[in-house]
C-alpha cells in the first residue's frame, strides 16, 4: 500500500504559466514533506519543504501548499521555465522517524 | 553539493553472482540510506544506517545486506543477484532525522542483472 502518492506520471505546461504538482499521503503520522527534483542520470536534489505546523512555505518561484485535513500537498511553480523539467518526487516523514517514504513521481514538462 | 560518490556507476552482471555497491561520503553524517527507482514506485528504502555497525531495514530489504563499518562507506550487498533486481540505486546522506534535515543524493549506480 503506498502511503505517499502522486497520481499524475506526466504534466505538460507552457513556459510562462504555473505548474502545479499534487500529491496525497494516507498516513497521519506524517509531519514532514519535501519535494524532490531528478534530471536523467542524476540523483534528486532537494526543493522544498514544509513542516505540519504550517500550511504554506515559499521559496523564489517555488511554493509548496500543506492541506493536512485533505492529506494533500501540492507543489507550485510560477513562472515555469524549461529548464524545470524533470521529475518530481514528493516524500513525507515523521517525527522521530528514521525514513523518508517517496511517491511515485511526476514528470514535468515545460514548453519553450 | 553535498560529497558523495558512488560506484560502480554501471554494472552489468549475471543472475546468481554476489554484487557489492558502494557509497562514500565526505560529510561525516551520521545516517546513510541505500534506495532503489523504479518506474511507477519512485524511491524506495532497502536499509539504512544511523550509525557505524547500526543499520535497519527499510520497505525492501529482502535479497539485501548492507554494511557499514566506517562513518564515511556504506556498502550494499545482493549475494545472490536475481533479475527483479535491475534498477538504479541511490545513496542518501543525512546529519539528523528525515523530519528536521534534508537528505543529500548520490549520482546512483544502474545495475542490470541478465
Known amino acids: 500500500d503506498q502511503q505517499v502518492k502522486q497520481n499524475s506520471p506526466s504534466l505538460s505546461v507552457q513556459e510562462g504559466r504555473i505548474s502545479i504538482l499534487n500529491c496525497d499521503y494516507t498516513?497521519?503520522?506524517?509531519?514532514?514533506f519535501l519535494w524532490y527534483k531528478k534530471y536523467p542520470a542524476e540523483g534528486p536534489t532537494f526543493l522544498i519543504s514544509i513542516s505540519s505546523i504550517k500550511d504554506k512555505n515559499e521559496d523564489g518561484r517555488f511554493t509548496v501548499f500543506l492541506n493536512k485535513s485533505a492529506k494533500h500537498l501540492s507543489l507550485h511553480i510560477v513562472p515555469s521555465q524549461p529548464g524545470d523539467s524533470a521529475v518530481y518526487f514528493c516524500?513525507?516523514?515523521?517525527?522521530?522517524?528514521?525514513?523518508?517514504?517517496f511517491g511515485g513521481g511526476t514528470r514535468l514538462m515545460v514548453k519553450p | 553539493d553535498a560529497g558523495i560518490t558512488q560506484s560502480p556507476r554501471h554494472k552489468v552482471t549475471e543472475t546468481g553472482t554476489p554484487v557489492t555497491l558502494r557509497c562514500h561520503q565526505t560529510?561525516?553524517?551520521?545516517?546513510m540510506y541505500w534506495y532503489r527507482q523504479d518506474p511507477g514506485h519512485g524511491l524506495r528504502l532497502i536499509h539504512y544506517s544511523y550509525g557505524v555497525k547500526d543499520t535497519d531495514k527499510g520497505e525492501v530489504s529482502d535479497g539485501y545486506s548492507v554494511s557499514r563499518s566506517k562513518t564515511e562507506d556504506f556498502l550494499l550487498t545482493l549475494e545472490s543477484a536475481t533479475s527483479s533486481q535491475t534498477s538504479v540505486y541511490f545513496c542518501?546522506?543525512?546529519?539528523?532525522?528525515?523530519?528536521?534535515?534534508?537528505?543529500?543524493f548520490g549520482p546512483g549506480t544502474r545495475l542490470t542483472v541478465l
Open positions: 560529510e561525516n553524517h551520521r545516517y
Open positions: 516524500a513525507a516523514a515523521n517525527n522521530a522517524g528514521n525514513m523518508l517514504t
Open positions: 498516513n497521519s503520522m506524517f509531519d514532514y
Open positions: 542518501a546522506i543525512g546529519r539528523q532525522l528525515p523530519s528536521t534535515d534534508t537528505q543529500y
